[in-house]
């Protein structure tokens, strides 16, 4: 997509702007069947809202909602499964949830050191993709051998397993730099699917401001400050302040996430992360 298109996208109103990932989420459900095409939902005032716009255009077309896959790398929020369980729960949402339990069962907390010797033939081989060369690893899910692993390493073997043919994530162009030339489907392989992703073109503020616009539930960590939802382990708030009523505008949405997987995000993505 031509920055131009990108530029013109982001300026809709909000209204034009929901009406825009209607149209995207629609045209995924005549490409794709609810059982080939799955909504990767995190808990997140992103992916929470991109369930709503599924749930909206599916009430408009007939339609049953895809299942949703929840990947659980191992160091969630307690407030994040209390709203998963929620909104599963008032919207007969399915949900799936992914884990990648022969690395996660080798730690009993962040930090432990996980042999590579000990882990199955699948996590050796993708350890040694990554040019990872040491014996042992600390149990990390938001480093790059932890995030590999316990998030796209999943979430592949997820696809592999129940005939995906194609994922929406919550991704936006404003969010991380790695993500600013992305279109609405992006084919992917290894393994093969198509990427969609309806509400690039929305801002942070656009997010809060659809979710209050129609009451759409949300993490409770963000009224404690919290503006971006990683691994409990490394993600901070970094005002006292409701998430919607800080500066979005000029300061970083994604500053209390651990840095190390933000330096790398372009890296990460390179291996099919989101």
Known sequence: MEQQDR????????????????EIIKEALKRFSSDELCL???????STTMQWLYREAC???????????????GHVFE???ELVDRVK??????????KNTDVSEKAQKVGDLIRVADLNERNRQEIENLGFTEEAFPFDPESYVGNHLMKTVAMNVFIE??????????IRWDEQDARVTEDYFSPRTNPDHT???????????????????YHIPFCSLYYQGY???????????TSDIPAWEQDLESTPERAGRGQEKEEIMAQLRTLGYM
């Open 79 to 81: 407030e994040i499964l």
């Open 89 to 98: 729960s008032e919207w007969n949402v399915e949900v799936v949830v992914v």
């Open 40 to 46: 990767a939902w995190t808990g997140g005032k992103d």
């Open 227 to 237: 503006r971006s939802l990683g691994a409990k382990g490394s993600t901070i708030k």
């Open 7 to 22: 530029e013109r996208l982001i300026n809709l109103t909000l209204d034009e702007k929901i009406e825009q990932s209607k």
């Open 161 to 170: 397993n129940n005939g995906v043919k194609a994922l929406s994530t919550a």
């Open 59 to 73: 009430k408009d077309m007939g339609q049953p909602l895809p299942r949703a896959m929840f990947i659980d790398e």
């Open 195 to 213: 990427r969609v992703q309806p509400i690039l073109h929305f801002r942070e503020r656009d997010i809060w401001n659809t979710i209050h616009q």
